[in-house]
C-alpha cells in the first residue's frame, strides 16, 4: 500500500475475524446444531428448512474457498520472504 493510499476498510469484519481466529474445523462445528435443528423440523416447515439448509452449505463451502485464498496467500507472502 503506497502512502498516498487510505487504509484498506474492512468490508466484512465478521468474516475476516472468523478467518483470522478459526481454522476448518470451525466451520462443521459452528453450523453443526443448526443443521441438525432444521433437519427435525415438521413436515409444515420442511420446505423453509431445505432452504436454510441449502444456504448454510453454501456458506460453509464459501468459507473454505476462502480459507484456500489465505493459506495460497500465506504460501506466497512465506516464498517472497525467502528471497
Not at 63 to 75: G, I, M, R, Y
Amino acid at each position: 500500500m503506497s502512502k498516498s493510499q487510505p487504509p484498506a476498510e474492512r468490508a466484512y469484519p465478521g468474516i475476516e475475524v472468523f478467518l483470522e481466529t478459526e481454522d476448518r474445523g470451525a466451520i462443521t462445528s459452528r453450523f453443526a446444531a443448526t443443521k441438525d435443528a432444521l433437519s427435525g423440523l415438521p413436515k409444515l416447515k420442511a420446505e423453509h428448512g431445505k432452504r436454510a439448509l441449502v444456504a448454510i452449505e453454501q456458506t460453509e463451502e464459501l468459507l473454505n474457498q476462502l480459507f484456500d485464498v489465505k493459506e495460497q496467500l500465506s504460501a506466497q507472502g512465506q516464498k517472497k520472504g525467502r528471497r
